[in-house]
Nanobody, 114 residues
Framework: QVQLVESGGGVVQAGGSLRLSCATS????????IDWYRQPPGNQREWVSTLTSRGGTTYTDSVKGRFTTSRDNAKNTVYLQMNNLKPEDTGTYYC????????WGQGTQVTVSS
C-alpha cells in the first residue's frame, strides 16, 4: 500500500520559514512526479509546485522565489522549503504522487501569522 506522509507544518510569523517533508517509498520518490498542493481555509485546494522524476521543478507564481521543492533519494523524502512566508500561505499542505496512479498524503497544517 502506497503511503505519503507529510510533516513539518506549524505556526510561524510572517517572514519566517518552514520545511515540509513528504515521506514515501523508494519507488515513488524515484519514479513519480511529486506535487505540492495547499488548501487555504474556506477555499479550494490549489497547486503549489511540481517536482518531476528527472528533477524538473515548476511553481505557482505566488511562491516563485520563496519556495523550493527537492528530493532526497537516500531518505525517500520530498521537501518543500518555504521561506519569507506570508499570511496568505496559510493552509493545509498536501503532497501528491502521480504516474500510472495518483496518491495523496493526509496533509499538514501551516499557519502564518501577521
Amino acid at each position: 500500500q502506497v503511503q505519503l506522509v507529510e510533516s513539518g507544518g506549524g505556526v510561524v510569523q510572517a517572514g519566517g520559514s518552514l520545511r515540509l517533508s513528504c515521506a514515501t517509498s523508494e519507488t515513488i520518490v524515484n519514479t513519480y512526479t511529486i506535487d505540492w498542493y495547499r488548501q487555504p481555509p474556506g477555499n479550494q485546494r490549489e497547486w503549489v509546485s511540481t517536482l518531476t522524476s528527472r528533477g524538473g521543478t515548476t511553481y505557482t507564481d505566488s511562491v516563485k522565489g520563496r519556495f523550493t521543492t527537492s528530493r532526497d533519494n537516500a531518505k525517500n523524502t520530498v521537501y518543500l522549503q518555504m521561506n519569507n512566508l506570508k499570511p496568505e500561505d496559510t493552509g493545509t499542505y498536501y503532497c501528491r504522487a502521480w504516474a500510472s496512479r495518483i496518491y495523496w498524503g493526509q496533509g499538514t497544517q501551516v499557519t502564518v501569522s501577521s
